[in-house]
């Protein structure tokens, strides 16, 4: 019997789907008019599934996630997730990905064709040529050249990179603003980097949009954003509808500031109609969101998110997530080790460290801290977590949500100084004043623990144990390995630490199985224990 369930209610490529089908742990519930026709059935199946991928039909919302109570992904066949809740997928610890790679060139050549044809009217005039006015389009539809003109591109990811090499080619003069675009990568790719949308559309011939949709770029280009444009400006979108306040285009085009534009998306789609846009003459050309409508695309974008919902499932993979840090192949590779130890970490301090902690800081010193350690703090940060939270409602993806719902920061930081340690990763609870902190590495291939606050052991990670802070003084390891062998239990690993000048030791002794409470109660009577704490890691 298959291990993990995956709904598909969107169409993809049946050779994605093939990659599911073909692995015996997964069993796949291909339904690809599910989103459009029925998605009223959804709120009754939806509960049997570990996964689901989806297009832009299907619309993974809060209640729908919600009642999703065993899926651990959403998989989005394409690039644009408005379509899906994911504060909520956040929220109950659902990864959301989608795959950007997937119809890069497709969607490039689309912009790319819809600024040409919009300079050349090429709609406007196919429509009169087909009503026999051969010679009336040829006087009515003079276009523009684009040679020379000045191109702003807002979004310069994959899809603004594109179009970008294709602007040069036509010898347009091509100027860049995006957030995350260093001044190198401009240089590299030959483009002016601008510092703001403003500074990017200010003389702009043209422009073409290449953002997310979000709060911040919702209507990122209005009555003021167009006003900057060069009179006789080109806009161009195949990216979101909403990034555009239509209205303000309309009447920028009607004033003939703007002379036209080419759309592939709307606001509210599909369009009515009557839409206002669709009303203008010349240089205008509108298609069916066919961004992404190519043999190509199509197949790409199925089979790459059907790869990706298999990988994480089965192996832990996490490639392009938007709600959490991905990790590939290699980089799982690199910190899997890791993971294991900074869980255990993660739950020692649960057990010693401060109540109600004000932060947890993660710390890494050696080659480790040139590596991406996002997921590792994550995971000690989950762990912690979860020994206040044990409903299972804490995981990977929530946990700083829930954190920082609790006043919880995590802190990560790379440390330069030398260790004894080749490598070492240091996990520190912090409240007001009080500070405790748990450290550990790995020895050849083996995780350990190497230091509790500030002593240095050398224990496993995984385990039952026994932790007694005691006074520095003979006889009070006879006794407890008394104790222990009094209540049958063995011991499997003792590691001890002092520290002469508070004349106070530390002893961590690995057992075979969880101690009970009449044990902890008799060793913490013990004459010489300060403080004795059982735990399971």
């Known amino acids: 019997m298959a291990k993990y369930r995956v709904l598909v209610s969107d169409p993809i490529s049946e050779i994605g789907v093939a990659a599911l089908e073909s692995h015996p742990d997964i069993d796949v519930d291909f339904i690809p008019d599910l989103g459009s026709k029925n998605a009223d059935k959804i709120p009754g199946m939806i509960a049997d599934y570990d996964a689901w991928i989806v297009r832009s039909q299907t619309k993974p919302n809060a209640e729908l996630i919600a009642k999703g109570t065993k899926l651990r992904a959403i998989g989005r066949a394409g690039v644009g997730v408005d ?29 790319f064709t819809l600024m040409l044809a919009t300079a050349r009217n090429i709609g406007p005039a196919h429509a009169e040529v087909l009503k026999g006015n051969f010679v009336a389009a040829r006087k009515a539809y003079q276009g523009i050249e684009l040679n020379g003109k000045r191109l702003a591109v807002l979004g310069m990811g994959r899809i603004g990179s594109e179009f970008a090499k294709r602007a040069q ?58 006003a ?77 998110v059907a790869e990706q919902i298999r990988d994480f499932l089965t192996t832990g993979e996490i490639r392009n997530a938007i709600n959490m840090p991905s990790l590939d192949a290699a980089a799982l590779a690199e910190v899997g080790p890791y993971l294991d130890l900074a869980a255990s970490l993660g739950k020692l301090l649960a057990k010693l460290g401060p109540e109600n902690p004000d932060s947890l800081r993660v710390s890494y010193h050696g080659p480790l801290a040139q590596k991406d350690t996002a997921l590792v ?78 002593l240095y052991v050398d224990t496993n990670i995984k385990g039952h144990f026994l932790i007694v802070r005691n006074d520095d003084r003979p006889g009070i390891v006879g006794a407890l390995g008394t104790l222990l062998g009094n209540s049958n239990q063995n011991i499997a690993n003792l590691s001890l630490a002092r520290n002469k000048s508070d004349g106070n030791a530390l002893t961590v002794i690995e057992v075979d199985a969880p101690l009970s409470e009449e044990l902890m109660s008799s060793i913490r009577a013990t004459p010489g224990v300060l403080s004795a704490t059982g735990a399971t890691l």
């Open 83 to 111: 379509n899906i809740d994911r504060q909520a997928a956040t929220d109950h610890g659902v990864i959301v990905m989608n795959t950007p790679t997937g119809n890069t060139i497709s969607t490039a050549e689309q912009a």
């Open 169 to 226: 080619a036509f010898n347009m003069q091509v100027v860049a603003y995006d957030p995350f675009l260093t001044q190198a990568r401009a240089d590299q790719l030959k483009v002016e980097l601008a510092a703001t949308p403003e500074a990017a559309l200010t003389g702009a011939d043209v422009v073409t949009l290449h953002v997310p949709l979000t709060d911040e770029t919702k209507h990122i280009l209005d009555e003021k954003s167009l």
């Open 228 to 304: 900057l444009m060069n009179k006789g400006a080109l806009v161009i979108n195949c990216a979101r509808g909403g990034l555009i306040d239509e209205p303000a285009l309309k009447a920028a085009i009607e004033s003939g500031h703007i002379a036209g534009c080419g759309l592939d998306v709307f606001e509210d789609e599909p369009p009515s109609a009557d839409h206002p846009l669709f009303s203008l003459g010349k240089h205008v050309t509108f298609t069916p969101h066919l961004g992404a409508s190519t043999n190509e695309a199509q197949e790409n974008v199925g089979i790459q």
């Open 377 to 454: 703090s994550r995971t000690a940060l989950t762990a912690l977590l979860e020994a206040s939270r044990p409903d299972g409602q804490v995981n990977i993806v929530n946990v700083t949500s829930i954190a920082a719902q609790m006043g919880l920061d995590l802190i990560e930081s790379t440390i330069n100084a030398a260790t004894e340690y080749n490598e070492l990763v240091v996990a520190e609870l912090r409240k007001g004043d009080v500070r405790y902190r748990v450290a550990g590495t790995i020895i050849g291939k083996s995780p350990r623990i190497v230091e509790i606050d500030r």
